[in-house]
Structures are given as structure tokens and as C-alpha cells.
């Protein structure tokens, strides 16, 4: 089984191509994916490149741009070939499947005017609560 899921920031602009013949819209994105363990002197983060096709590749390019937080499921696969030198060149590539929003449309947006759904979180992260008497499953 080849099933890869990952969650990072894009580090460009989705890249969008047209296969030949058949107009299939291709888009092309890096994304870095933060190490959650690592040694001292290892890089934070590792970057991967990602390539989807179709509906998916058109749902990137349209709502996806630099620094976005996104949630990928694909497979890896290998992304050899032979340059015009004559030399093996190998890597890999993501081939995305699917994608999903890992954050709110206005989370880098730093309004603090609280939102119309309920009250602005504190300093510390938490909304207070509202009294039981106001809570709606009573």
C-alpha cells in the first residue's frame, strides 16, 4: 500500500500546466512539512514536492496560494528520468489525490474584533464561557 498524508505550508504559488492532447489541467506545488521530532542541527522542516491533476488540480490553483496550510493525501512516487546529457537524475514526487483547508479563511487576517459566531478568545487562547443559563442544549 502506498498512502501518504501530510500537512504543511505551500512554499510557492500552485503551477499550472495543460497536458497535450487532452487539455487535463496539471498543478504543481511545494509544500514544507514541519519535523515533529528532530536532533539538534537537523532542519525544521522537510519540503516535498506535490503534483495533482483534473477537479483537484483546479480546487489548488483557485483557492490555495504561498504560505497556505494544507492537507494532502496522495502517494509517493518515483520521478526518474534521463536529462539531455545522458545522466539519471532520480526523485520523488507527492501525486495528490485529495486536499483540505487546515485553517480558517481569516486566520491570517489579525483582526481582533470579535467574530459574529461568539466571543474573541483572551491572551490565553480561551473564550470565556457564557453563563449555563445561556448555553442552548439546557
Not at 10 to 28: C, S, Y
Not at 36 to 50: L, N, V, Y
Amino acid at each position: 500500500m502506498n498512502k501518504t498524508i501530510m500537512m504543511g505550508r505551500l512554499t510557492n504559488d500552485p503551477d499550472v500546466r495543460f497536458g497535450a492532447g487532452n487539455n487535463t489541467q496539471i498543478t504543481r506545488f511545494n509544500i514544507a512539512v514541519n519535523r515533529q521530532f528532530k536532533r539538534e542541527g537537523d532542519p525544521d522542516a522537510d519540503f516535498f514536492s506535490c503534483v495533482c491533476f483534473g477537479k483537484t488540480a483546479e480546487f489548488v490553483e483557485k483557492y490555495f496560494k504561498k504560505g497556505n496550510r494544507i492537507l494532502v493525501e496522495g502517494e509517493v512516487r518515483n520521478n526518474n528520468y534521463t536529462n539531455k546529457d545522458g545522466q539519471k537524475v532520480y526523485g520523488t514526487e507527492l501525486l495528490i489525490n485529495s486536499v483540505e483547508f487546515c485553517e480558517s479563511k481569516n486566520s491570517n487576517n489579525n483582526s481582533s474584533a470579535p467574530s459574529p459566531a461568539g466571543p474573541a478568545p483572551d491572551n490565553s487562547g480561551f473564550m470565556e464561557m457564557p453563563d449555563e443559563d445561556e448555553l442552548p442544549f439546557n
